[in-house]
């Protein structure tokens, strides 16, 4: 489900204070390739009671943060009712990773699968500039579209689509005058365990 506006400039510029206090308590980092250790051209954080890393070690949610080894900061409540509005979940959330896209920044195409529970939804919410989003189906190299998420607009995973390959071909640097840095801020709201 794609929801275009469902954030107005207000409403984008109070979600985007929230996460910059989250981003000043457990501060961004570069994740790396598990395999290559190459580092990824996103740098991320996240909040709630997991996070999501990605290092030599391999993708995994663990409850503390890669560098400070201080605990997540909890989901902004604005967050929480976002959740409830449009994933229709009756679960909270369990992880908040927040990524953050900067003009040359890429995302290559991928199935959020490293949660046990994969039946509940995937709730992503874009801040910032414009993303050429790239969606398929359930197997690789399938055949794929693309949208253009702009800034306020939420798109959930679910159902047959929740394992479907993703991927952010390219940031349209200048769409957007949200944040002062350009670039662009992805909220991606997931349980990990089951209910």
């Not at 993708?59 to 976002?82: E, G, N």
């Not at 910032?128 to 939420?154: H, N, P, W």
């Not at 952010?168 to 662009?184: F, H, K, M, P, Q």
Request: net charge positive; charged share 20%; with cysteine.
């Amino acid at each position: 489900m794609w929801y275009r506006e469902a954030l107005d400039r207000a409403e984008q510029a109070a979600l985007l204070a929230d996460i910059r206090a989250v981003m000043a308590q457990a501060p961004p980092f570069t994740p790396t390739m598990p395999r290559t250790g190459k580092p990824f051209s996103v740098t991320m954080t996240n909040c709630g009671p997991l996070g999501w890393v990605s290092d030599t070690s391999g993708y995994r949610y663990q409850s503390f943060h890669p560098d400070t080894r201080q605990p997540w900061p909890p989901v902004p409540a604005r967050l929480l009712r976002l959740w409830e509005t449009y994933a229709r979940c009756p679960a909270p959330p369990e992880a908040c990773l927040v990524n953050y896209y900067g003009p040359d920044a890429r995302m290559s195409l991928h199935q959020d699968r490293d949660e046990l529970d994969l039946t509940a939804p995937v709730l992503s919410l874009s801040l910032g500039d414009t993303a050429l989003f790239r969606i398929g189906g359930e197997e690789r190299g399938g055949k794929t579209s693309s949208v253009r998420l702009a800034s306020g607009d939420i798109f959930v995973l679910s159902g047959p689509s929740r394992l479907a390959f993703h991927g952010v071909d390219r940031i349209l640097a200048g769409t957007s005058t949200l944040l002062a840095e350009g670039g662009r801020i992805n909220l991606t709201l997931r349980r990990v365990n089951p209910a």
